[in-house]
């Protein structure tokens, strides 16, 4: 819902702020006082082509303002955040659209945003219907919607299940096309993994083995380096067979006994001679193991050989499936793996194309059952329109709803198009063609208010509904229903509709007078737009019927007309 418009320096507007209540609005005014400026400032906030011929004279540009209500559509709130916008806690929004020579711009909740961004949450928020105006119901595909939408729930779900099961039809066949073209190339991929898998199990390499080798053959490759080292640290530490008397052992349990022996004069001493008593083992014990080593140690050149000749046995594997034996081992699992999923390419092709034959089964019967419910509904549709363009200045013109074979795809096999006979015995021509921009806006507000009135669709979420022109042509009693419809439908939804016909006016939730006036330090003429109640309303509406907003008879018809100003299907 649009909660309101502020625009300056547009067209001949300098700065207007337009209040947008719920229920219907009605914006009128004298002709060229500026109304189309207010629905050209709404379409520059709903990702309309900006045109800086538009900006007032003498500014540096024009700008809109807008806030809209979005609590009742959760994809829009989804769309602003994904944009980087910021939806108030009330659940409102921002929108600033700016026009200067050669540029536009668009802010959504607080975040520059492309002007296609405010178009897509336009298409769900606003639905204009306006002579100069791409007419929503006009495109194939949108007057599918709306007959389906017409045809109820029952017939919402059944697409759903449609959607689903081509969905997912579409998704196997991809995947069977897939295997069925690439089956060479799967059968070398196939054939180079299992000689990889080969290969590797022919070596047997275990687990950190290139590590252990390369430990192994560093050690055999230096034997009398590392004995003589070890040799001079075992001899340091405990001494030879000639000397252990400058041994570090002998020198810690030397000072050992020193301390020991004069810890009983400070008790502070005897931590320090448990310490030299624990040094003492670890020497000892380091002592022991450096000798082991050192008796152990000998040189192997057989072993040493093998080790090399193993190491480079498993650099042939490394080289090719990894850097270490591990990441080698990594990759013939993954290609173990991968080999199943190639072997059963033929399998699981036979198995794809039995369940796609179940889902053209599937498929079929439900675009056959959405069929029918669609021509069921076309009827009724059609009848209902017919209905209220009998009471819109159009009697005799008829609406067909034609469903006929179509492409399958997702929506089912149906093309479904909204013909128009003007005149009985005249041709009834596809919706748009050889209608007048007036006729056009009459025959979308008899859809809009047959799909407001269907009875399965009662808790749908309406766009807001802008009419222009959609009293053109009519006046008198066709005029009152012209209005009445409009009240009826905004039950439902938001309304905002220009007029120049009284009788549409005296209908209105919201009154809103556009009036010229001369700006004092200029001497230009600006528009500005004034909510009207009360005495003020009775005014407009008499100007409205009699050009002079003094007349007595024309005061007394604006008031008979407000008196009789009942809504439709859902009251008032």
Known sequence: MLEEIAISDLGVIRSARVPLSAGLTVITGETGAGKTMLLTGLGLLMGGRADPAGVRPGADRAVVEGRLDLRRHPHATERVDEAGGEVDDDGTVVVLRTVAAGRSRAHLGGRGVPQTVLAEIADELVTVHGQSDQLRLRTPSKQREALDRFAGAAHAATLAEHRAAWAERAGLQSEIDDLTSRAAERAR????????????ERLDPQPGEDADLTTLTTRLGNVEELRQGAQLAHDAVAGDDTEVEGSAVHAVERARRALEAVAGDDPALADQVRRLTEAGYVLGDVATELSSYVADLQADPAALETAHARLADLGSLTRSYGSTIDDVLAWASDAGLRLLDLDDGGERVEGLRARVAELDDLVADLAGRIGDARRDAAVRL??????ELDGLAMRGARLEVEVSPGEPGPHGADQVAFLLQPHPGSPARPLGKGASGGELSRVMLAVEVALATAGEDADAVLPTFVFDEVDAGVGGRAAVEVGRRLAALARRTQVVVVTHLAQVA??????????????????????????????????????????????????????????SSAVGPWGR
């Open 382 to 387: 059609a009848e209902a329109v017919t209905a």
């Open 506 to 563: 005296a209908f209105a939730d919201t009154h809103l007078v556009v009036a010229k006036s001369t700006a004092a330090d200029a001497g230009t003429t600006v528009t500005g737009v004034e909510k009207v109640t009360d005495e003020d309303r009775v005014r407009e509406l008499a100007r409205m019927l009699s050009g002079q907003d003094d007349s007595e008879t024309a005061r007394q018809h604006a008031l008979e007309l407000l008196e």
């Open 189 to 200: 991929e196939a054939e180079l993994l299992r000689l990889g898998i080969a290969e590797i």
